[in-house]
């Protein structure tokens, strides 16, 4: 890609109220790929020292017009040292307090990759990535953003250092929330004013939700043009003409077009609100705590729509929209009180399969009763699905931290407490040697020695659903030893995939490999005019990430092996922070419960595609959202 040379950044220093301290100013340009400045520190803080060994905290102060993700770093004699951050409050000042071993120390061990790399605070959150070393020799720090939005502008009036936790604060008088949990601070044409507004625009979605056309779907999501066979009373999958498919329980072809996270209520659930109390106008009752402890402006906005009772009616609205929008499938980390209605195909992750964090979410395969457990967890979890016709099948896990770092997590073991894989490991590695291929080498024959555990216990007490595998996080770098053990044990392989579209060149690879079917259980896109994070790929504005959602789903479904998608989520990510932070514009319905109908009209639109898509009959939509960005770094890349 070739790239513009501009004047990226205009700078403006303005006296601060403290002597010695000075407020900068960096305006990005929405021109180039890269926009961001390098500033030395005494320009900010004369005060502060070269030497950071001794702090445990760098706390900024700053203010930014934007909600969109900025990276920050540090030179040192080491080298650049560099985080991304998402603020929760744009347009106000705030004191975010980073832990300094996000800068110089690898992430701790946990499950999955958003536990690994997400770390909430206060008044943002914090997502690793970056080289990291010493934080000695510190002389500038320098502020990045990735294809900017709007020209934005980030002010720094202070840095400082601390040993103990500062804390975050909110630096201003008026509150940054309103009653309905939008942001006070972000202005755009949909924002409601008013209850009566709200009611309004309720009323006309209910007026119209039943007036759709037909997808041609059978009564489990299947399409009624093309029956395969009589059906065995349960989803299952089939090659046919070279092109993979669902079937439905009752034998016709079925594409799983399905959403993340579907629920009701979600959306606004207020966390840590001793430290942030300042930032709200008006706060729900604690009885409408989410989840019993969290008070929730997506409940509040829902009572308010329907009246103390509105559970049934907003299950209800939740079934009705998806049907009227083409969607088939109630997808992954979805409420049971919504599935468990059984008018739509769903799936469910499995839980308690024995995944430890401190493992990077391996299991210790060689504890003597690990197998007793995972029989016994496998056979309490499926009982409450066996025979049920609505199921597709189940998730064993989500995006497992320790792919591709074999050799750190062996290290971890052998550097760990007492345990039965630490003995196995080390007798491993006496008998093999100890080299980087032998450690790889044993955390696969581990993983392979608990996906069989796991099959086999799916089989025994569950043989008519579909074991849908493990949604690897980033299925390009996975490896062909890898790709052969999910080989032996899955019915259709899974992955998320946070891409433009997923790469040809990597489908083509895995299908060679596995001969499998092939579902994504993750992916989005977001833009910053509602005062949250962009998301994982980021577009320009609300009417872009239709345009996205089209071109991504229908260019997968033109591969023969792909027959499933998830799109994260239902609704959008509550404004300040979920449990690990997240706080993205990624959902279909906002915390105000109303479609993003941009988005939502292209996924009807490609609904309506995706059989033509995936048969070879149509070609995929060709349009390109605009500006389009991941979330991945670029090195060594400013004012380009």
């Not at 089939?238 to 079937?247: E, L, M, Q, S, Y």
């Not at 024995?354 to 309490?380: H, N, R, T």
Request: aromatic share 12%; glycine share 8%.
């Amino acid at each position: 890609m070739k790239y513009k040379l501009v004047v990226l950044c205009i700078l403006s220093i303005l006296l601060a109220g403290c002597a010695g301290k000075r407020e900068i100013t960096i305006r990005f340009s929405d021109d180039v790929e890269m926009s961001g400045k390098k500033i030395a520190l005494k320009d900010i803080n004369p005060d502060l020292p070269s030497d950071w060994d001794g702090y445990n905290y760098v706390v900024l102060e700053y203010k930014t017009t934007t909600a969109q993700r900025f990276q920050l770093g540090f030179t040192t004699e080491w080298g650049y040292n560099e985080l991304r951050i998402m603020s929760y409050v744009p347009g106000a000042w705030n004191r975010l307090a980073i832990p300094m071993k996000f800068f110089t120390q690898l992430p701790d061990a946990a499950f999955d990759l958003a536990a690994t790399n997400n770390k909430p605070r206060y008044m943002g959150w914090i997502n690793l990535g970056g080289k990291r070393g010493p934080m000695k020799g510190v002389d500038s720090v320098g502020v990045r953003i990735r294809k900017p939005i709007g020209n934005p502008e980030i002010s720094i009036r202070n840095i400082t250092l601390s040993i103990d936790d500062p804390g975050d604060a909110y630096l201003e008088d008026t509150p940054a929330y309103d009653e309905f949990g939008q942001s006070i601070r972000c202005d755009y044409p949909e924002k409601v004013s008013s209850l009566d507004e709200l009611k309004k625009e309720w009323a006309e979605e209910s007026d119209s939700i039943d007036t759709y056309e037909s997808y041609g779907y059978s009564k489990f999501g299947g399409y009624l043009r093309s029956r395969y066979d009589q059906g065995t009373g349960y989803f299952r999958v089939a090659k046919i003409d070279g092109r993979w498919w669902f079937i439905d329980p009752e034998g016709y072809l079925f594409l799983s077009v399905g959403v993340d996270c579907v629920g009701i209520g979600h959306g606004g659930d207020v966390r840590d609100l001793e430290k942030r109390r300042a930032i709200y106008a008006e706060l729900p009752s604690d009885s409408l705590a989410f989840n019993g402890t969290n008070p929730s402006f997506g409940r509040w906005n829902l009572i308010r729509r329907f009246g103390n009772d509105f559970e049934s009616p907003a299950i209800d609205l939740t079934i009705r929209r998806m049907r009227k929008w083409g969607l088939n499938t109630i997808a992954n980390w979805s409420e049971p009180r919504v599935f468990d209605k059984n008018e739509m195909a769903f799936i469910v992750p499995m839980r308690d399969l024995g995944m430890d964090a401190q493992l990077m979410s391996l299991c210790d395969v060689y504890d003597p009763i690990y197998k007793k457990v995972i029989d016994e967890s496998v056979s309490s979890f499926v009982a409450q699905f066996k025979g049920n016709p609505w199921l597709i099948g189940y998730f064993v896990s989500n995006e497992p931290s320790w792919i591709n770092n074999e050799t750190r997590l062996c290290q971890m073991i052998l550097n760990g407490t007492e345990r039965p894989i630490k003995k196995a490991l080390e007798t491993y590695l006496a008998k093999n040697g100890d080299t980087v291929p032998n450690r790889r080498r044993f955390i696969l024959e581990t993983f392979d020695t608990f996906l069989s555990t796991v099959s086999a216990a799916l089989k025994k007490y569950d043989p008519d659903h579909l074991n849908l595998g493990i949604r690897f996080g980033d299925p390009d770098t996975l490896g062909e030893d890898l790709l052969e053990v999910c080989k032996r044990h899955f019915d259709v392989f899974s992955f998320n995939c946070y891409q433009l579209k997923p790469d040809a060149t990597m489908l083509d690879r895995a299908a060679q490999i596995l001969d499998l079917p092939m579902i994504v259980g993750e992916f989005h896109f977001g833009t910053t005019d509602r005062g949250m994070a962009q998301s994982l790929w980021q577009v320009d504005s609300q009417a872009e990430r239709g345009v996205a959602y089209r071109y991504y789903v229908e260019n997968a479904y033109s591969h023969p092996n792909f027959i499933g998608t998830g799109y994260f989520q239902w609704c959008d990510q509550d404004i300040t922070g979920r449990f690990d932070g997240e706080n993205y514009n990624c959902g279909l319905v906002d915390v105000t419960d109303r479609p993003y109908k941009g988005l939502v009209n292209a996924v009807s639109e490609t609904s309506h595609n995706l059989f033509q898509v995936h048969s070879g009959e149509s070609k995929p939509y060709d349009r390109q959202p605009k500006n389009a960005r991941g979330h991945e770094l670029v090195p060594d890349l400013w004012n380009e």
